[in-house]
């Protein structure tokens, strides 16, 4: 018997889910025959389409599941099962192809769990038309069991494309121990209880390596502001537990190609005190959009080409208390805000007790009279710092003993010097492409711009555009586009 083991078809057939003998053995098809009727690419830049960020179709089982209409299930080949079920009795290297529609979950009975759990190495989730806004996972912020996250991942070489992950009580996606080589590709991610995507695990000697998050959307709404879940004593300072990529024990990682938008806490609206909503409380400062910390000597995390927008914080490489011993290049990041500095609203970029870092080409603005004030920092005596080449409305800074090599920074300049701050294009405008002053020399580790285009030596600019006339690189446009396969 191939793919689901004997006591779980027998559950299966006890409750009257499934009369059959497991998935089917001879699902497979060849490779080259999953083509997507239409490819809507959230991120329509052509870095996401590169073979070192795209994700290609494995050999392996295909298999073809599909919303059953009923709470908590799905249907394979006409058999009816739950979806957690289902994914466990897939076998390495399987595909799971998800038909368009909306897949929702069962709350968890006392002890047990129904969000989506992965145990098997090599396995795939992806959406089958190819457009993530048609298929719909929505957790609906109901009790999952073990944690209630949507997807947790307990295994090495899993794919997550094509699709939307939505309102989950805690994390969207968990990265657990053992789950290096992830990769995520084009996915929306919405409305998180906690941070969007969490990479923890139980063994504090183990490092999730490798991990690749890339040409993905990240998007907290009002509706979602108003359900994230509080941490801590409501009397307190740390109340608002969410964010967008939050990994410690992380090695090697590559962030490239995101966009990140209204991930904060509300002043003045309550949400709900670990996740119950008989006790509420407002405000908080949120998590970063992107937080890698507490990684291995050895590692090189990079974090490149993310529009991030309207978020608490941007960046945050290290923590003070966890000393980062890996390295990590930023750059071509564009960060904007149009809020101003509050217990909710803080730093563009910041680097917290890590040895090596580079932070390059990066644009960071922020529109209100009153927002904060730096747009880079870096803190405490342990770390070492390269600053080069940022464009900043605001400062950069040391704090607490810190140090940095700096070189080409733009600072203070006017932000009529960005196409649109409000929007988060901090592509250059005609009045920044034609100011003194903006000129950098090329960096060694910054070759290529947001969008991809080569720097030019003898034009090479602060920031992350790479400051050619606006006809001869597009930027990418924030509602993505649909390409007809």
């Known amino acids: 018997m191939t793919g689901l083991t004997q006591p779980l078809i027998f559950m299966l057939a006890v409750v009257g889910l499934c009369g059959c003998a497991g998935l089917p053995a001879q699902a497979s098809v060849d490779q080259q025959s999953y083509s997507p009727s239409q490819r809507y690419h959230l991120i329509d830049k052509p870095t996401c389409e590169v073979p070192s960020t795209r994700v290609e179709p494995r050999p392996g089982r295909r298999l073809a599941v599909a919303p059953s209409g009923l709470q908590g299930q799905v249907v394979l080949e006409g058999r009816r099962m739950s979806f957690r079920q289902l994914l466990q009795g897939a076998q390495a290297g399987d595909t799971f192809l998800l038909a368009d529609g909306e897949y929702t979950f069962d709350s968890a009975v006392s002890g047990g769990a129904t969000g989506l759990f992965i145990r098997q190495k090599n396995i795939t989730l992806r959406g089958q038309s190819g457009d993530p806004r048609n298929v719909i996972l929505d957790s609906e912020y109901k009790q999952l069991g073990y944690g209630s996250g949507l997807v947790t991942v307990a295994a090495p070489d899993f794919t997550l494309a094509d699709l939307t992950l939505r309102r989950s009580l805690t994390h969207l996606l968990h990265i657990k121990d053992q789950a290096s080589g992830l990769r995520v590709h084009n996915v929306l991610f919405e409305d998180g209880g906690q941070q969007f995507v969490k990479a923890s695990g139980a063994d504090q000697r183990v490092q999730i390596d490798a991990v690749q998050i890339a040409c993905s959307r990240f998007v907290l709404s009002q509706s979602g502001r108003d359900n994230i879940w509080g941490y801590g004593d409501p009397a307190g300072y740390t109340r608002c537990y969410t964010g967008g990529i939050d990994a410690h024990r992380a090695t090697n990682w590559r962030i490239v190609d995101n966009h990140f938008e209204g991930i904060y806490c509300h002043a003045t609206r309550p949400h709900p005190v670990h996740g119950k ?209």
């Not at 730093?347 to 090596?356: L, T, Y």
């Not at 960071?364 to 600053?387: K, N």
């Open 277 to 485: 909503t008989d006790r509420r409380y407002t405000g908080g400062l949120a998590e970063h959009a992107i937080h890698l910390w507490h990684s291995d000597l050895g590692s090189q995390h990079v974090i490149e080409r993310n529009r991030i927008v309207n978020c608490a914080r941007g960046i945050g490489i290290g923590m003070m208390n966890r000393p980062q011993k890996g390295a990590a290049v930023v750059r071509n990041n564009m960060i904007s805000s149009v809020h101003a500095q509050s217990t909710e609203h803080d730093v563009g970029i910041i680097v917290e007790a890590v040895a090596q870092v580079v932070i390059t080409q990066n644009s960071v603005a922020y529109t209100h009279p009153r927002a904060y004030r730096y747009g880079i920092e870096y803190r405490y005596p342990v770390t070492v710092a390269e600053v080069a080449n940022n464009l900043l409305t605001g400062r950069e800074r040391a704090r607490a003993g810190a140090s940095a090599v700096k070189s080409g920074n733009v600072e203070s300049v006017p932000l009529a010097y960005f196409v649109s701050p409000a929007t988060g294009d901090l592509q250059l405008s005609a009045q920044g492409l034609q100011a003194d002053g903006l000129r950098a020399p090329l960096h060694r580790l910054a070759k290529d711009d947001f969008n991809g285009a080569t720097r030019a030596v003898a034009l090479n600019r602060a920031g992350a555009d790479r400051a050619v006339p606006a006809d001869d690189t597009a930027l990418e446009p924030i509602g993505g586009i649909a390409v007809e396969n």
